[in-house]
């Protein structure tokens, strides 16, 4: 879910030349589970990752947030194969459920040679490959191994194995930056460079595509259909016009990333890593502020204060 206009405040610090305002990012409490695909070799096991994980941005019409949370060597998998890991978040279990059994019996079932696992020790569970064995028409078989039910169904080139269930747990979705540029080049550079990092923070995605979001909105609209709508405070082209703007007239390019995480405590620990690594590049690749979107600390209960976290303040 995308951000809504930041608070910025007089007080902001400034490092390697790059301001950082004084503000917060506004998450919400939402479902998430992971699971584990593996196949023949990496190359059919991110095929089917891919897949599953598209169309997946924002709940606002998507239905759920997913992405690849990171490659799996053979020794992390549950058959010594090859494998990716994938977070998937919704607003509710339900709907998590809905989306995983969709996007697993079109992308997972359907890819070659894969498998599908639960990639979480516990929670609530809900079905993987419980209702997906029915596509194998009666031929399909369970086995039980250590007290954990999988199913094998036939398909064209052997068997899908699927483990029955999947564990749901609470999660955070909605952190994020905004980060302020001189031009595209320099707001993309700074959105890459915290992406690469975030990415290896365990049990965190960023789920828009490459993990930025240029259209940052806010919630509602002059249109009453819309439930969120561009936030014309950060679109440089509405500088001089909106009545409300966050940018200067030298700031010719905004960025957003989105990070969704299975803990506070994750998505604190990859905020504050995006945020040194944009810190790093420095004013002189053409960064001129780091920023936050929130609601007012009004509707999200997660409030990740930027200047907290980078003095070290993560929460556990």
């Known amino acids: ?31 998430a589970t992971r699971v584990l695909i593996t196949a023949h070799n990496a190359t059919w096991a991110n095929h089917a990752a891919v897949a599953m994980t598209g169309f997946a941005t924002s709940v606002i019409a998507c239905g759920c947030e997913a992405g690849i949370e990171r490659v799996l060597s053979p020794d992390e998998t549950p058959d010594g194969r090859p ?21 697993v019996g079109q992308c997972v079932l359907t890819c070659p040679t894969t498998a599908i696992y639960a990639g979480l020790p516990a929670g609530e569970a809900i079905a ?21 039910r999988y199913w094998r169904v036939p398909v064209m080139d052997g068997e899908f194995l699927a483990e029955e269930t999947t ?7 909605g952190g994020n930056l905004i980060f302020l540029a001189d031009d595209t080049d320099a707001a993309l550079g700074a959105a890459e460079a915290a992406v690469a990092a975030m990415r290896a923070v365990p049990g965190v995605i960023m789920p828009f595509p490459g993990g930025v979001v240029r259209s940052g909105s806010k ?14 405070a950060f679109c440089p082209a509405l500088t001089p016009l909106a009545k ?14 989105v990070i969704d995480g299975l803990l506070e405590a994750d998505v604190a620990r990859a905020m ?14 053409g960064v001129r502020r780091i920023s936050a979107g929130n609601y007012g600390g009004k509707l999200g209960p997660y409030h990740f204060h930027l200047r907290k976290l980078l003095a070290g303040e993560v929460r556990s």
Do not use: H
């Open 244 to 257: 409300k703007t966050e940018l200067d007239a030298a700031t010719g390019c905004v960025m957003e990333i």
């Open 1 to 31: 879910m995308s951000a809504a206009t930041a608070t910025t405040g007089a007080d902001a610090m400034e490092r390697n030349g790059v301001r950082v305002d004084d503000t917060f990012a506004e998450a919400f409490p939402m479902k």
């Open 167 to 173: 564990p749901v747990v609470k999660a955070v979705g």
């Open 219 to 232: 919630i509602g609209s002059k249109y009453p259909a819309l439930v969120a709508s561009s936030n014309e």
């Open 128 to 148: 993987l490959g419980r209702n997906l064995r029915f596509f194998g028409d009666g031929w399909q078989i369970s086995k039980m191994l250590d007290g954990v």
């Open 83 to 103: 494998g990716v890991a994938v977070l998937l978040f919704a607003v509710s279990g339900k709907e998590l459920a809905k989306q995983l059994e969709r996007r």
């Open 272 to 285: 504050r890593t995006g945020m040194e690594a944009v810190l790093a590049l420095g004013a002189a690749a």
